[in-house]
């Protein structure tokens, strides 16, 4: 059993000197996940002082009681005292920290006033937002003001996936058939990284997400260039891209300001505005997006987005004209 | 002449006889045997799950992985959840029972021998049914707990092999439940009153009626999930007015209860072993088995825990924190039981008491993370992470399979006649929870660290490669470890050491009986005056110890002559019976109706077959 003590040690320098990622929950920020945060911290401190008690007993009574020669067994039962008090300690420590998680419970579940409203469609493999105050429609990376609190309305499309940033919040199911809620607030300007929690096919690895955070000012020109429709390409090479678009991508994705209408795939408008694509699981560069669109079920798995069989060169053009999407 | 010349009525079959050989397993109603090939059977697929495991582990050594692509990735994470519980634990448990219960209460079978055969061979085809979706097209891919709709929506015939492998298993599984109850409740030795009883077969009865109410639960989930998929009905499709969380209510009222049926007969082994080491009593006999009673009804009023993240509404979410925080109760007080157990004892220990000391201590380790759990607004953080990963992995892994492996140690001198080399198993246990630790103690880390569970890749820069690295070392020195077991069981047969009937100065009914026991067990059945009987009969109940002779009337037990011995008869209507099943199962997967009605004819045959051949063999009267 020693084994176990200088093991947790390891774990526990581990602890303090592994890199902290960006998707931990360990250090958060925020008053949702910080009230989750200060729950956590008393339970992990009981359970350490209940671990060490338990475990240095265990060791002792190795060492203490080992066989040696003429040793004798005790031959008793039990204690009825000893049992009794042994029973009634971890009652009360867990009556203990049912207080003020049924506390938390409660207070988490009000909606939050003057908030942000978010709608939240979950699909095979990305997220789809629509800030319904606004008129604003985006995938993937949802942009928060600080210091106000986001409502998420969480509909479901195909199948269950999870909702979660875990530096701000902790997860929330999107289920067919239901409308869920959450919500959470970011205090500090940043991107925070989040992805799909509930396992929901080939590519749930490949469903991540984050919420990027701006002072107030910052986010309204935000919203104010979302609003925008999107202008028509005047170099030659995007022109054409335009063209190949309008034939092929227009049957699920939609731009404002075109006849792309479609909404079962994420809403280009605005793409080029955003750091990632696909479930932001790529950096939206040329040479990613070529990667992608030359077939995109080599690079995600399960991607409902086909190939096309696009030549090089238009898929060069194609690329092009999403760059101008900004 | 003339007499031996009456015609022998005739028969579809001639009832096999032979007593060594194939065919007198295939046939065997003994439970010793029926325990041997359940262990046997299960022991196979700890392999290969554990083989799926590495597999998994070489995957995510590295970010990015290129060792599985995300198809085969879920395939068998998927396969070794099932695998595990299913096929792993629960027949291990079995193993367990089959071999030990009538010995343990002084009985020569189980109450239906024939029936208990018809639980194994019923097993045995329904692991053989999932494994085969190897070959057709693919394995079951969404996940042990196969939530709806994406269950109901993956296009190979995995999830078909899934609905329907279980199905059967959980016949096999009702089954036993029957058979052990009725033999528990009906053929104790006169004398063994319950509270005699010891805690492992206490532990069987509570596990047994878990498995009688939980399976027709799951049967129920699967049956809908089978119409779903292969006639097209609505339960889990919310856009005809279905509900997919229906799924997860029905799943979970079947699952959380299951993780008891895991878990109980583990803690049942740990009860048996740590006294006869610490040379004392249980500490606390009555404690342990009320706790025992009590997670088995509590166990059924917290499934709710698996679904905080649904939104059921602050009430419901509420009252499953609270019961998931107060079933910590009875688990501690089991706890703080084996830790009186070896206080101011003798202990010793050899490799059975390593594994079960190992359990106390990890399975600690287990319960502390599972209180964290009932913290509802963090465990919003932490499910579906890999801190859940390794909370389970320490009570069913840490728990229930360092349980077992000690309760093989133990009792090996008992169902083989020899014992296991004691070298190579202390080699066996370091390496075991060395690897068992640096596997899943990593995951907490991951967990916290925010590395979601069932992922087939992650990218660098998430702060999960170097504790992915050590997960996978500790993967494979597990695997090292199950081959130290296999060379020692090899050695051990090659190089006999003889076991003696009592080899550890044991307590219960089955060390008073050579090893390994005659096929009719007890020459007389034992009148039980005691808890801890065989005990007692040997030793004086004084703080000396004084070893005293054998009670009078035992010594001159050798008197069989006098009566009957009543033995099942081999039969190969079980095997039979049981065959009917997969083929029904794949006739319903490729939609050939006809095939099935030709399963359920094979299955009608082995059962008239069953009832109209007498119970007890002719030549045996």
Same mark, same amino acid.
């Given at each position: 059993?020693?084994?176990?003590?200088?093991?947790?040690?390891?774990?526990?320098?581990?602890?303090?000197?592994?890199?902290?990622?960006?998707?931990?929950?360990?250090?958060?920020?925020?008053?949702?996940?910080?009230?989750?945060?200060?729950?956590?911290?008393?339970?992990?401190?009981?359970?350490?002082?209940?671990?060490?008690?338990?475990?240095?007993?265990?060791?002792?009574?190795?060492?203490?009681?080992?066989?040696?020669?003429?040793?004798?067994?005790?031959?008793?039962?039990?204690?009825?005292?000893?049992?009794?008090?042994?029973?009634?300690?971890?009652?009360?420590?867990?009556?203990?920290?049912?207080?003020?998680?049924?506390?938390?419970?409660?207070?988490?579940?009000?909606?939050?006033?003057?908030?942000?409203?978010?709608?939240?469609?979950?699909?095979?493999?990305?997220?789809?937002?629509?800030?319904?105050?606004?008129?604003?429609?985006?995938?993937?990376?949802?942009?928060?003001?600080?210091?106000?609190?986001?409502?998420?309305?969480?509909?479901?499309?195909?199948?269950?996936?999870?909702?979660?940033?875990?530096?701000?919040?902790?997860?929330?199911?999107?289920?067919?058939?239901?409308?869920?809620?959450?919500?959470?607030?970011?205090?500090?300007?940043?991107?925070?990284?989040?992805?799909?929690?509930?396992?929901?096919?080939?590519?749930?690895?490949?469903?991540?997400?984050?919420?990027?955070?701006?002072?107030?000012?910052?986010?309204?020109?935000?919203?104010?260039?979302?609003?925008?429709?999107?202008?028509?390409?005047?170099?030659?090479?995007?022109?054409?891209?335009?063209?190949?678009?309008?034939?092929?991508?227009?049957?699920?994705?939609?731009?404002?300001?075109?006849?792309?209408?479609?909404?079962?795939?994420?809403?280009?408008?605005?793409?080029?505005?955003?750091?990632?694509?696909?479930?932001?699981?790529?950096?939206?560069?040329?040479?990613?997006?070529?990667?992608?669109?030359?077939?995109?079920?080599?690079?995600?798995?399960?991607?409902?987005?086909?190939?096309?069989?696009?030549?090089?060169?238009?898929?060069?053009?194609?690329?092009?004209?999403?760059?101008?999407?900004? | 002449?003339?007499?031996?010349?009456?015609?022998?009525?005739?028969?579809?079959?001639?009832?096999?006889?032979?007593?060594?050989?194939?065919?007198?397993?295939?046939?065997? #109603?003994?439970?010793?045997? *029926?325990?041997?090939?359940? @262990?046997?059977?299960?022991?196979?697929? /700890?392999? =290969? !799950? &554990?083989?799926?495991?590495?597999?998994?582990?070489?995957?995510?050594?590295?970010?990015?992985?290129?060792?599985?692509?995300?198809?085969?990735?879920?395939?068998?994470?998927?396969?070794?959840?099932?695998?595990?519980?299913?096929?792993?634990?629960?027949?291990?448990?079995?193993?367990?029972?089959?071999?030990?219960?009538?010995?343990?209460?002084?009985?020569?079978?189980?109450?239906?021998?024939?029936?208990? #055969?018809?639980?194994?061979? *019923?097993?045995?085809?329904? @692991?053989?049914?999932?494994?085969?979706? /190897?070959? =057709? !097209? &693919?394995?079951?891919?969404?996940?042990?707990?196969?939530?709806?709709?994406?269950?109901?929506?993956?296009?190979?015939?995995?999830?078909?092999?899934?609905?329907?492998?279980?199905?059967?298993?959980?016949?096999?599984?009702?089954?036993?439940?029957?058979?052990?109850?009725?033999?528990?409740?009906?053929?104790?030795?006169?004398?063994?009153?319950?509270?005699?009883?010891?805690?492992?077969?206490?532990?069987?009865?509570?596990?047994?009626?878990?498995?009688?109410?939980?399976?027709?639960?799951?049967?129920?989930?699967?049956?809908?999930?089978?119409?779903?998929?292969?006639?097209?009905?609505?339960?889990?499709?919310?856009?005809?007015?279905?509900?997919?969380?229906?799924?997860?209510?029905?799943?979970?009222?079947?699952?959380?209860?299951?993780?008891?049926?895991?878990?109980?007969?583990?803690?049942?082994?740990?009860?048996?072993?740590?006294?006869?080491?610490?040379?004392?009593?249980?500490?606390?006999?009555?404690?342990?088995?009320?706790?025992?009673?009590?997670?088995?009804?509590?166990?059924?009023?917290?499934?709710?825990?698996?679904?905080?993240?649904?939104?059921?509404?602050?009430?419901?979410?509420?009252?499953?924190?609270?019961?998931?925080?107060?079933?910590?109760?009875?688990?501690?007080?089991?706890?703080?039981?084996?830790?009186?157990?070896?206080?101011?004892?003798?202990?010793?220990?050899?490799?059975?008491?390593?594994?079960?000391?190992?359990?106390?201590?990890?399975?600690?380790?287990?319960?502390?993370?599972?209180?964290?759990?009932?913290?509802?607004?963090?465990?919003?953080?932490?499910?579906?992470?890999?801190?859940?990963?390794?909370?389970?992995?320490?009570?069913?892994?840490?728990?229930?399979?360092?349980?077992?492996?000690?309760?093989?140690?133990?009792?090996?001198?008992?169902?083989?006649?020899?014992?296991?080399?004691?070298?190579?198993?202390?080699?066996?246990?370091?390496?075991?929870?060395?690897?068992?630790?640096?596997?899943?103690?990593?995951?907490?880390?991951?967990?916290?660290?925010?590395?979601?569970?069932?992922?087939?890749?992650?990218?660098?820069?998430?702060?999960?490669?170097?504790?992915?690295?050590?997960?996978?070392?500790?993967?494979?020195?597990?695997?090292?470890?199950?081959?130290?077991?296999?060379?020692?069981?090899?050695?051990?047969?090659?190089?006999?050491?003889?076991?003696?009937?009592?080899?550890?100065?044991?307590?219960?009914?089955?060390?008073?009986?050579?090893?390994?026991?005659?096929?009719?067990?007890?020459?007389?059945?034992?009148?039980?005056?005691?808890?801890?009987?065989?005990?007692?009969?040997?030793?004086?109940?004084?703080?000396?110890?004084?070893?005293?002779?054998?009670?009078?009337?035992?010594?001159?037990?050798?008197?069989?002559?006098?009566?009957?011995?009543?033995?099942?008869?081999?039969?190969?209507?079980?095997?039979?019976?049981?065959?009917?099943?997969?083929?029904?199962?794949?006739?319903?997967?490729?939609?050939?109706?006809?095939?099935?009605?030709?399963?359920?004819?094979?299955?009608?045959?082995?059962?008239?077959?069953?009832?109209?051949?007498?119970?007890?063999?002719?030549?045996?009267?």
């Amino acid at each position: 059993m020693l084994g176990t003590l200088v093991l947790f040690v390891l774990i526990g320098t581990g602890c303090v000197t592994s890199d902290v990622g960006p998707q931990d929950y360990m250090t958060v920020e925020g008053p949702v996940a910080r009230r989750a945060d200060s729950l956590w911290n008393v339970t992990f401190a009981i359970a350490v002082i209940v671990f060490v008690i338990v475990q240095g007993l265990l060791v002792y009574a190795i060492v203490k009681f080992r066989h040696r020669p003429g040793r004798q067994a005790a031959q008793f039962h039990g204690n009825t005292k000893v049992e009794v008090v042994l029973t009634l300690i971890p009652a009360l420590i867990l009556a203990g920290l049912a207080i003020p998680t049924v506390k938390a419970i409660a207070d988490l579940s009000e909606k939050p006033e003057g908030a942000l409203n978010v709608t939240v469609t979950a699909k095979q493999f990305w997220w789809q937002y629509e800030y319904t105050d606004h008129g604003v429609m985006t995938a993937n990376e949802m942009h928060v003001p600080t210091g106000q609190p986001v409502f998420l309305t969480l509909e479901g499309a195909d199948v269950i996936h999870s909702f979660w940033i875990p530096k701000l919040t902790g997860t929330q199911d999107v289920i067919p058939g239901r409308t869920n809620h959450m919500h959470f607030q970011a205090d500090e300007p940043g991107e925070y990284y989040g992805q799909c929690k509930e396992y929901c096919g080939l590519s749930h690895a490949n469903m991540r997400l984050r919420v990027i955070a701006h002072p107030p000012a910052e986010f309204e020109r935000w919203v104010a260039e979302q609003q925008e429709e999107a202008e028509d390409p005047t170099d030659p090479l995007a022109q054409e891209g335009q063209e190949i678009f309008m034939q092929t991508c227009t049957n699920c994705h939609a731009i404002a300001g075109t006849d792309a209408k479609a909404t079962t795939a994420p809403d280009l408008t605005h793409f080029a505005s955003r750091s990632t694509f696909a479930g932001a699981m790529f950096d939206n560069n040329t040479e990613n997006l070529r990667t992608w669109i030359r077939d995109p079920l080599a690079v995600k798995p399960g991607s409902l987005m086909p190939d096309y069989g696009l030549s090089e060169d238009q898929i060069d053009a194609v690329v092009a004209y999403l760059q101008t999407l900004r | 002449m003339a007499t031996a010349a009456l015609p022998q009525r005739r028969r579809l079959f001639s009832r096999p006889s032979a007593k060594t050989g194939v065919v007198s397993w295939l046939a065997t #109603a003994d439970h010793k045997r *029926i325990g041997i090939l359940y @262990g046997i059977t299960a022991f196979i697929f /700890f392999i =290969l !799950g &554990g083989l799926e495991a590495l597999a998994l582990r070489a995957q995510l050594a590295r970010p990015n992985g290129e060792v599985l692509d995300a198809d085969l990735y879920n395939q068998l994470f998927t396969m070794h959840g099932l695998t595990m519980i299913f096929f792993v634990i629960m027949p291990m448990g079995a193993a367990f029972v089959n071999f030990l219960l009538p010995l343990m209460i002084g009985a020569r079978d189980v109450a239906f021998p024939r029936l208990n #055969a018809l639980s194994y061979w *019923i097993f045995l085809f329904a @692991g053989l049914f999932m494994y085969s979706s /190897f070959f =057709l !097209g &693919g394995a079951p891919d969404g996940g042990w707990f196969g939530y709806a709709p994406l269950s109901t929506s993956l296009p190979s015939h995995g999830m078909d092999f899934y609905a329907i492998g279980l199905q059967i298993a959980g016949i096999a599984s009702l089954v036993a439940s029957v058979n052990f109850i009725v033999t528990i409740i009906n053929m104790r030795a006169p004398g063994m009153t319950l509270m005699r009883m010891p805690v492992f077969v206490w532990m069987t009865l509570v596990v047994q009626f878990l498995v009688l109410f939980a399976m027709p639960v799951i049967a129920v989930a699967l049956f809908e999930l089978t119409f779903d998929r292969l006639f097209d009905t609505n339960f889990f499709n919310a856009a005809n007015g279905g509900d997919p969380v229906l799924w997860q209510h029905l799943f979970w009222v079947f699952g959380h209860p299951e993780v008891y049926i895991l878990i109980l007969p583990a803690m049942g082994i740990v009860s048996e072993i740590i006294p006869v080491y610490s040379r004392k009593p249980l500490f606390g006999y009555a404690a342990i088995v009320f706790a025992g009673a009590a997670i088995g009804f509590m166990g059924w009023g917290v499934w709710a825990h698996h679904m905080f993240a649904v939104g059921l509404g602050p009430v419901a979410v509420s009252a499953f924190a609270l019961s998931t925080m107060f079933i910590a109760v009875p688990t501690g007080v089991k706890i703080f039981n084996w830790m009186g157990t070896l206080w101011q004892g003798d202990l010793r220990f050899p490799t059975a008491m390593l594994f079960a000391l190992g359990f106390v201590s990890m399975f600690v380790i287990g319960g502390l993370s599972g209180v964290t759990h009932a913290i509802v607004p963090h465990d919003t953080q932490q499910t579906d992470t890999y801190w859940i990963v390794a909370h389970f992995h320490y009570v069913l892994f840490g728990g229930a399979m360092f349980a077992i492996l000690g309760g093989l140690y133990y009792w090996w001198p008992k169902f083989f006649g020899h014992m296991l080399r004691e070298g190579l198993g202390k080699l066996n246990f370091w390496l075991w929870f060395i690897g068992f630790n640096l596997t899943f103690g990593p995951h907490h880390l991951l967990g916290l660290n925010g590395m979601p569970r069932r992922i087939y890749t992650y990218p660098e820069g998430m702060g999960w490669d170097l504790w992915n690295l050590v997960s996978t070392v500790g993967a494979f020195t597990i695997a090292l470890s199950v081959v130290v077991f296999l060379v020692n069981v090899a050695v051990s047969r090659a190089r006999r050491e003889e076991a003696v009937g009592d080899p550890w100065d044991a307590r219960t009914l089955e060390w008073s009986i050579p090893s390994p026991p005659p096929e009719h067990n007890f020459d007389e059945i034992p009148i039980v005056t005691s808890r801890d009987d065989w005990w007692h009969r040997k030793y004086l109940s004084t703080p000396e110890r004084q070893p005293t002779p054998v009670v009078a009337g035992a010594a001159e037990g050798g008197d069989t002559g006098h009566g009957h011995i009543h033995l099942p008869s081999p039969s190969l209507m079980p095997l039979i019976a049981a065959f009917g099943l997969p083929v029904i199962g794949y006739a319903l997967i490729y939609k050939a109706f006809p095939v099935a009605i030709l399963g359920a004819l094979i299955a009608l045959l082995g059962f008239f077959g069953w009832v109209f051949e007498p119970a007890t063999a002719e030549d045996e009267h």
